[in-house]
């Protein structure tokens, strides 16, 4: 089973309709016990980044998924990704989940409005198991302001959006995807059954 974290922060229903719809085994939840017990775990998230963790430590998560994020595959998908680096500073530095060393800062590209929303392509930086499958001409839907500044070790793909900007990470059994899965039809849908053929 895969739990799919409910801490109030927007677009789960998507993510389990998306799950649903594979056939694949996801229940939303906050219960620390079902997040332990499950075989993966999807960290969603549509929001700011101080509010998220604020959230995330009110429900009393947070340690639980730290734990629990490194002894199973474990995806941050949009914020969700965000709150997995070191810090975010999002209207006032953060701390975040620290799963990954980095911060998230807001993106700066020459000339282009922000936020970057709509289907920009993944370009492929190292091997990925959630990229297993798919090919060099992949698009993917995006909506976000701030982006992910990380160690290149750590990056699976990027995108190019006036600035490189990171799309896809990975270390350990810890996976960020700063886009959409669950909108980005087959090739989002491909990246998560990948993903539970991890379990």
């Given at each position: 089973m895969i739990a799919i974290v409910d801490y109030g922060a927007g677009n789960i229903f998507s993510v389990k309709n998306a799950c649903d719809y594979l056939g694949?085994?996801?229940?939303?939840?906050?219960?620390?016990?079902?997040?332990?017990?499950a075989d993966g775990?999807?960290?969603?998230?549509v929001g700011a980044f101080p509010w998220a963790m604020n959230k995330l430590s009110e429900s009393g998560l947070?340690?639980?998924?730290?734990?629990?994020?490194?002894?199973?595959p474990f995806l941050g998908i949009c914020l969700g990704?965000?709150?997995?680096?070191?810090?975010?500073?999002?209207?006032?530095?953060?701390?975040?989940?620290?799963?990954?060393?980095?911060?998230?800062?807001?993106?700066?590209?020459?000339?282009?409005?922000?936020?970057?929303i709509g289907w920009n392509k993944l370009e492929k930086n190292r091997d990925c198991p959630l990229l297993k499958g798919l090919g060099d001409d992949e698009y993917v839907y995006f909506v976000h302001?701030?982006?992910?500044?990380?160690?290149?070790?750590?990056?699976?793909?990027y995108c190019g959006y006036g600035?490189?900007?990171?799309?896809?990470?990975?270390?350990?059994?810890?996976?960020?995807?700063?886009?959409?899965p669950e909108k980005s039809g087959k090739t989002g849908l491909k990246i998560l059954s990948n993903f539970a053929d991890l379990m």
């Open positions: 694949l085994s996801a229940e939303l939840t906050k219960n620390a016990e079902d997040i332990r017990n775990i999807i960290l969603p998230g947070v340690e639980v998924i730290k734990e629990e994020a490194v002894k199973k990704m965000q709150l997995i680096f070191s810090k975010g500073y999002e209207f006032e530095e953060t701390e975040g989940l620290g799963l990954i060393d980095g911060e998230v800062r807001l993106m700066t590209p020459d000339d282009l409005s922000i936020p970057h302001s701030y982006s992910a500044r990380c160690a290149d070790e750590d990056v699976s793909a600035e490189r900007v990171t799309a896809l990470v990975n270390r350990g059994t810890v996976y960020g995807a700063q886009f959409h």
